[in-house]
């Protein structure tokens, strides 16, 4: 566990460092909700997740959906390592005819199960497949990652209430709590708190950790999976723009990307270097 553990976390280095350099590119995006969010993304693919590059349709699959659709850079980073398309496309994001727009695109983007970003809708969308799983017979599990302000939504409640009612014990959420939305602290700006109280009292199994602790994410993640009869929340504390310390905690941050003079101090704070 130790091993992988570790194995993950420089995985998650990694795929922070394609983040800033593909946002730095394009100079257009999403910077901090993508590295708050991308632990929980190299748990769901390097270590969780059944899933196959060669086959991104395969039936036999576990389904994901980034109802917080503008991380998208954090969903690509993850693709691209796992071998979904070259490495090399994640240069091109947001460019005019690519792959790898701004938000997730499953038309146009392998390994993308479903088209996100008018947020509030993701988890109704994961409701829906993992009803249909369960209808097909399948043991398939279906995850879903939200952000903290996206919980704002009033969708997002019925989706959850829908969840418990139905038992969709396949389904697990994951709330990227990182309490910054583009307009400053969720909790200033409508406050969503408790959220696990909420999530609690709607009927979920709910998780609370660090999400920034992969020996926590990939714990919560194996207990969810014993869970039977209710669907679970991991309510992952996190820290927006984790991992370029001038990036954490900034809500400017939000939907800025790094600029030429920031993205060598980026590189350093990553351990890497600007070619």
């Not at 349709?57 to 109802?67: E, H, I, P």
């Not at 409640?157 to 307009?183: F, G, P, R, S, T």
């Not at 600029?259 to 704070?269: F, N």
Request: with cysteine.
């Amino acid at each position: 566990m130790n091993d992988r553990k570790t194995q993950l976390e420089e995985q998650a280095r990694q795929l922070r460092i394609s983040i800033v350099r593909a946002l730095h590119r394009s100079q257009s995006g999403h910077t901090g909700g993508s590295l708050s969010a991308i632990d929980m993304v190299t748990a769901l693919y390097f270590y969780k997740m059944r899933h196959n590059p060669a086959e991104p349709t395969w039936q036999g699959r576990d389904r994901f959906v980034l109802s917080k659709g503008h991380a998208a850079p954090a969903l690509y980073a993850a693709l691209s390592e796992a071998g979904y398309f070259p490495k090399e496309d994640m240069m091109t994001l947001r460019r005019l005819g690519s792959h790898l727009q701004g938000h997730p695109d499953s038309k146009g983007t392998p390994g993308v199960d479903v088209c996100t970003g008018s947020l509030g809708q993701g988890l109704s969308m994961a409701n829906g497949m993992a009803l249909g799983l369960k209808a097909d017979g399948k043991d398939n599990r279906v995850y879903a990652i939200l952000g903290d302000g996206e919980l704002q939504e009033g969708q997002v409640w019925e989706a959850a209430m829908a969840a418990a009612h139905y038992k969709l014990d396949n389904l697990c959420a994951m709330v990227d709590a990182n309490n910054l939305q583009i307009d400053g602290e969720v909790s200033r700006v409508m406050n969503v708190a408790p959220i696990t109280d909420k999530f609690r009292a709607f009927g979920w199994h709910v998780l609370d950790i660090d999400g920034h602790d992969m020996g926590a994410i990939m714990e919560a993640l194996d207990a969810a999976e014993t869970v039977k009869g209710q669907p679970t929340v991991i309510v992952a504390r996190t820290v927006k723009g984790k991992g370029v310390s001038f990036f954490e905690n900034k809500a400017s941050y939000h939907g800025v990307p790094p600029s030429d003079e920031e993205l060598p101090r980026a590189l350093e704070c990553l351990g890497s270097f600007c070619e």
